[in-house]
């Protein structure tokens, strides 16, 4: 049950009050202030009639709560009842003879029924003038305030709500200060009402000139937007003064908010009619260009793109798709924000190279002399380069003839190639795509794919999206202005795959010659070949290149230089372009092949040669300090001088080698990483336990498998390896691989790990300068590893002289160079046996079995002895 203020403005509520005949014209506002009007008018017969009306109030009123709204003393207010308790109470009074009734705020607006205990303690007798049944069922009517009261006991609550009231006039003061507070609350009202040019004027005048204290404070507060906590507390005041001052407070606020509304609709409304004025003064500048013969600044643009358009030559459905989009952007405004957007895709469409190319270089001659300039070495590479060069020559010349005898409807001509570089850094991966594109008379353009995890990086972002643009695949053959460059994708195996997006999945498309001839970039939406592009991609190692993406790409392997390639790139690339950098002239520095040498092994040790050129740079720069100084005019490198230069040897070389294997147990072993070949120590000790074993060193799982099987074959070969069988009873192995920060994986390492093992057991210490890989079984047998060839570069690096390799393996000394072999002594092994006899020492004889062996040969002596007798 509850009544809510009819949600109209003060103009139509005075409209509906005429409308519904409520008052007339002229006594709406009279009677409305009749109040004011008795108390101003000091007549005795008027106060007399004042009392009297107060006298007639009943002692117990029906109650109507209010949801939202409060109605003060002598205020009008129109009011909607819709509950049919509410219905019910309101016709019981319209029938009364005094139609009267108590009007009470409820606590809590949201209440459907509110009841005794969710009502306020303060309410207004109020008289129902007028009711009007809307054909909803509901009712709306008009109530006029009358007087204050107090709530008592409620005497009934069915079928709505009845109490005792009592009551409670204001307090009225006189004086200059209540007349003062009274004029500043009309004065801010007027304010407000200055603010609202929708309140009706002749409302406002009549509330202006109200000189009650009290009724100024009603009547301003009916009409003003006030928060229900704070109307209700008005309504409980009882001085009139507090009263005004209350309401002045609130009146401050609101002038505040309605200036700050003002500003901001004026601020929105210079907004608009500024765009409106553009937009006219457009106009007007057409129809004058018009007029005189000229054309304006978008139809010149339009016209631009198409001439664009049609020199691009670009394929059916491009073209069909920016012709399109040239239509939408002449019938758009230049103001609209989609004609940005429209104008920045065409932009993108006809600058992109559809039919821009360069012309193949096909003279395998003059290809092959450039691969030889640029790079020393590498023949596997140049070979590929130039059977690409050749094949694609013979195409071209046997055209016509190859396509009436192969002729195949599914499956169409691949003419790209997509080739993956793999090899430790420093070998020259990437200089050799520019070199590949110098020799082949190409373009080139290099992107890093190192960190990408969005696959929007490659495919673009849809138009949808502001900022979209297309991916780096495009904007790098838009920079190039060429449809055939070579184009390298670098660090392939650096991508990122997480919750971010899949990059190598966006690249399936990107490096497949079966489909990248219709490649669709999500911002253009329109297929573009990259059928024409050679596509070169470069990675330190194949295991983090997913499957699918290895499978399209043919990958050679560019493995680590030897010493003697090392000097000769050095002299013929890394030192004139080191002196050329640091200001030297060429026969201010000269590097003996001695010192190179001492440089590469005791000062870089590495697959490449990007340390070799740093170590060369710092030796520049302290010769030319020393020229600038004028302390030397020319200096040449020697040994003794690359001490001097560059400090003391960070590598020890044979020394290191000798002293970390003078003990048992201690085995080195080859290993081939990402950052090419290296040697890797494996380290066993015991201590007093039983049976336990343990590895550390940063081992993945597969190493820590080959380490737990190497253990068991020891174990269970003991009595064959001539090893105590108490050993491992009363002692506890601890294998351990040095460089513990680094990770470390595969099963190579099992033939060093069981030979560390037995060379721990045995006391036996390893042979000098020997190194092995290979990977084991259970059963002792040598199984074939990878990465030989950098193995073995590793081993010569470090100045080993014996390597002990699978026999299996045997094969892959081909790819080994002639040098390379020639310095080293190769072993090949098929099982543990072979490797313990070829990499340990010979076990020592015992005095037990020197004695043993004494008196066999005497007594063979004597049985021979005795028969010649």
């Not at 201010?588 to 870089?604: A, G, H, M, P, W």
Request: aromatic residues 6%.
């Amino acid at each position: 049950m509850g009544a809510t203020r009819w949600n109209t403005t003060a103009n139509e509520f005075v409209n509906w009050m005429w409308e519904t005949d409520l008052v007339g014209a002229e006594s709406f506002l009279p009677s409305l202030f009749a109040r004011s009007k008795k108390k101003d008018d000091a007549d005795p017969a008027a106060e007399n009639e004042i009392s009297a009306e107060k006298n007639q109030y009943p002692e117990i009123l029906p109650i109507l709560p209010l949801r939202g709204v409060v109605v003060y003393p002598t205020t009008a207010v129109p009011l909607t009842v819709g509950q049919a308790r509410s219905i019910r109470l309101v016709d019981d009074v319209t029938a009364s003879e005094s139609k009267l009734v108590g009007l009470v705020a409820a606590r809590d607006p949201e209440l459907e029924q509110p009841g005794p205990g969710d009502l306020h303690t303060v309410g207004t007798i109020a008289t129902v003038h007028r009711l009007l049944r809307a054909p909803d069922g509901t009712i709306r009517l008009l109530v006029q305030g009358l007087e204050r009261f107090h709530l008592g006991e409620f005497v009934q609550e069915e079928p709505y709500l009845k109490a005792h009231i009592q009551l409670a006039p204001e307090t009225v003061e006189t004086g200059l200060e209540i007349d003062a507070l009274a004029r500043n609350a009309r004065d801010q009202f007027g304010q407000i009402v200055q603010l609202i040019p929708s309140f009706p004027e002749e409302l406002a005048q009549s509330i202006l000139g109200i000189e009650d204290a009290l009724q100024t404070v009603y009547t301003i507060a009916n009409f003003q937007r006030i928060d229900l906590p704070d109307a209700q507390k008005l309504l409980e005041i009882d001085s009139a003064s507090e009263k005004l001052r209350k309401l002045a407070t609130l009146l401050a606020r609101e002038v505040e908010v309605l200036t700050i509304g003002q500003k901001i609709q004026n601020e929105a409304r210079g907004e608009i009619e500024k765009v409106q004025r553009d937009y006219f003064l457009r106009e007007q500048m057409k129809a004058i260009q018009k007029e005189l013969g000229e054309r304006d600044e978008q139809t010149v643009e339009a016209e631009e793109f198409r001439k664009k358009i049609e020199a691009a030559k670009m394929p059916e459905e491009a073209e069909k798709m920016a012709r399109r989009e040239l239509e939408r952007l002449e019938r758009l405004p230049t103001a609209a924000a989609e004609y940005g957007v429209i104008r920045t895709y065409l932009d993108w469409l006809v600058t992109l190279p559809w039919a821009v190319q360069t012309e193949d270089n096909f003279d395998i001659k003059h290809a092959r002399e450039v691969l030889n300039t640029d790079h020393f070495g590498l023949e596997d590479v140049k070979d590929r380069i130039l059977e690409f060069l050749a094949i694609r020559k013979l195409r071209l010349e046997r055209k016509e003839e190859l396509s009436k005898e192969f002729e195949d409807k599914i499956r169409r001509e691949r003419e790209g190639v997509i080739l993956c570089f793999v090899g430790p850094p420093g070998v020259g991966k990437t200089s050799l795509g520019q070199s590949i594109a110098r020799a082949m008379g190409r373009k080139f353009t290099r992107m890093s794919l190192g960190g990408m995890r969005d696959e929007a990086e490659i495919r673009g972002h849809r138009r949808t999206y502001i900022g979209a643009m297309p991916g780096r695949i495009l904007q790098a053959m838009r920079r190039i202005e060429s449809r055939n460059p070579v184009f390298m994708l670098d660090e392939i195996d650096k991508l990122v795959f997480d919750f971010h997006g899949d990059p190598a999945s966006a690249l399936l498309e990107v490096l497949d010659p079966e489909q990248n001839s219709e490649f669709r970039d999500n911002y253009l939406e329109v297929p573009i070949d990259l059928s024409q592009v050679m596509f070169i991609t470069t990675a330190n190692s194949l295991e983090n290149i997913p499957g699918p993406l290895y499978d399209r790409m043919e990958v050679i392997y560019l493995s680590g230089y030897t010493d003697r390639e090392k000097i000769a790139i050095a002299r013929g690339y890394l030192i004139p372009r080191q002196l050329r950098e640091n200001g030297l002239r060429p026969k201010e520095v000269t590097f003996s092949d001695e010192s190179l040498q001492k440089i590469i092994r005791q000062y870089t040790r590495e697959a490449g040669v990007r340390n070799l050129e740093r170590k060369i740079g710092a030796a520049c720069r302290k010769v030319g300090t020393r020229i600038a100084e004028g302390k030397r005019a020319s200096v040449k490198v020697t040994p003794k001088v690359v001490e001097e230069l560059l400090d003391k040897p960070i590598f020890l070389g044979q020394e290191e080698i000798s002293r970390r294997t003078s003990i048992p147990g201690v085995v080195p072993g080859l290993a081939w990483t990402m950052f090419g070949g290296d040697i890797l120590y494996i380290e066993s000790t015991n201590m007093p336990g039983g049976k336990g074993f343990q590895t550390t060193g940063s081992l993945g799982n597969v190493m820590q498998e080959s380490a737990r099987a190497a253990f068991s074959y020891v174990r269970s070969r003991a009595d064959a390896l001539k090893l105590s069988a108490d050993f491992f009873n009363t002692n506890d192995i601890h294998l351990h691989v040095p460089a513990g920060a680094t990770p470390k994986d595969g099963p190579s390492a099992g033939v060093t790990m069981a030979t560390s093992l037995v060379s721990l057991i045995s006391g036996r210490k390893v042979l000098p300068h020997v190194g092995m890989t290979g990977e084991i079984t259970l059963r002792g047998q040598v199984l074939p590893v990878g990465g030989i060839k950098e193995k073995i570069l590793a081993a010569h690096r470090n100045s080993l002289r014996t390597v002990i390799l699978p026999k299996r393996n045997k094969r892959d000394l081909d790819d080994v160079p002639d040098e390379i072999k020639k310095s080293l002594k190769f072993v090949f092994v098929e099982t543990v046996e072979d490797v313990l006899s070829a990499s340990l020492e010979r076990p020592k004889k015992t005095a037990r079995t020197a004695a043993k062996k004494t008196s066999t040969k005497a007594k063979t002596k004597k049985n021979a002895k005795n028969s010649s007798g």
